[in-house]
């Protein structure tokens, strides 16, 4: 069955970095798009990044320059870098199969002095 297990969020203060994980299995990762999608308490689920099965990104306005998606097939993992964190940016974050009902749990990330 497919899963998406997330991993390497935390606490950090604004301007600080964290890099995001998520493990894939129980499918060909190799051959489907991925994204990172991120909620806010009392706000809808929003698309932060997304890579294709290519390698080509894309990314929401509010992120762009400051996060970066990858995806390491061999490892059957795509990362999500985040640099120059805001207060803004605290949220639980998503892995997402594109397009699919497939999602991990979710891993909190809270910037914050």
Not at 25 to 51: C, D, H
Not at 86 to 104: H, L
Request: charged content about 15%.
């Amino acid at each position: 069955q497919v899963q998406l297990v997330e991993s390497g969020g935390g606490l950090v203060q604004p301007g600080g970095s964290l890099r995001l994980s998520c493990a894939a299995s129980g499918f060909t990762f190799s051959t489907y798009n991925m994204a990172w999608y991120r909620q806010a308490p009392g706000k809808q689920r929003e698309l932060v990044a997304l890579i294709t099965n290519r390698g080509s990104t894309d990314y929401a306005v509010s992120v762009k320059g400051r996060f970066t998606i990858s995806r390491d097939n061999a490892k059957n993992t795509v990362y999500l870098q985040m640099n120059s964190l805001k207060p803004e940016d605290t949220a639980v974050y998503y892995c997402n199969r594109w397009n699919s009902a497939y999602w991990g749990q979710g891993t909190q990330v809270t910037v914050s002095s």
